[in-house]
T-cell receptor
Framework: DARVTQTPRHKVTEMGQEVTMRCQPILGHNTVFWYRQTMMQGLELLAYFRNRAPLDDSGMPKDRFSAEMPDATLATLKIQPSEPRDSAVYFCASGLSDRASEAFFGQGTRLTVV | AQSVTQLGSHVSVSEGALVLLRCNYS??????LFWYVQYPNQGLQLLLK??????LVKGINGFEAEFKKSETSFHLTKPSAHMSDAAEYFCAVSDGGGSNYKLTFGKGTLLTVNP
């Protein structure tokens, strides 16, 4: 059945290393959302794409985070260099409209930076 | 600016008992309100939504929520808890307008169901 696929599911990396998280949206979906979930901050929107174009990435720390959609079947979130405070679960969600509530979530990438 | 407050980070009920998860919101415009459920190691799944139609909203798995403007509340209820309801629940708000791609989430309430 159709689902949003995120890889890797878990990632442990050392501080200063580059981390790339990948998301395969549901086929045919044209909107992609990246969220970060932490105990302290809860769920935060990092970036929003429509038709592969970034429409809002105001939630992302610009100095170290970047998000792209090289093609319609792949969204990436990159952190370089990573820091311990980046430890979180990162979720990707995809949808057919701008309504975030209608998006389907992936299972997340649990990132630990040591 | 919008915000959501979920009262109680952890709620514990017995199987068969009433489930009540509280959510209060703050919004300068008529809000759209949502409840999500997150099972362990899973993404969020939409339970139900209020988008300015009926104030009592029914969702999946027997859950419902009532929008009360006078109390700025959108509490989630289920008459009889089942073991499979154990999960974390998030209330969220959006402005329903041009920024409906932005959801503001509460911190979540972990529901435990005891046998």
């Amino acid at each position: 059945d159709a689902r949003v696929t995120q890889t890797p599911r878990h990632k442990v990396t050392e501080m200063g290393q580059e981390v790339t998280m990948r998301c395969q949206p549901i086929l045919g979906h044209n909107t992609v959302f990246w969220y970060r979930q932490t105990m302290m901050q809860g769920l935060e929107l990092l970036a929003y794409f429509r038709n592969r174009a970034p429409l809002d990435d105001s939630g992302m720390p610009k100095d170290r985070f970047s998000a792209e959609m090289p093609d319609a079947t792949l969204a990436t979130l990159k952190i370089q260099p990573s820091e311990p405070r980046d430890s979180a679960v990162y979720f990707c969600a995809s949808g057919l409209s701008d309504r975030a509530s209608e998006a389907f979530f992936g299972q997340g990438t649990r990132l630990t930076v040591v | 600016a919008q915000s959501v407050t979920q009262l109680g980070s952890h709620v514990s009920v017995s199987e068969g008992a009433l489930v009540l998860l509280r959510c209060n919101y703050s919004s300068s415009v008529p809000p759209y309100l949502f409840w999500y459920v997150q099972y362990p190691n899973q993404g969020l799944q939409l339970l139900l939504k209020y988008t300015s139609a009926a104030t009592l909203v029914k969702g999946i798995n027997g859950f419902e929520a009532e929008f009360k403007k006078s109390e700025t509340s959108f509490h989630l209820t289920k008459p009889s808890a089942h073991m499979s309801d154990a999960a974390e629940y998030f209330c969220a708000v959006s402005d329903g307008g041009g920024s409906n791609y932005k959801l503001t989430f509460g911190k979540g309430t972990l529901l435990t169901v005891n046998p």
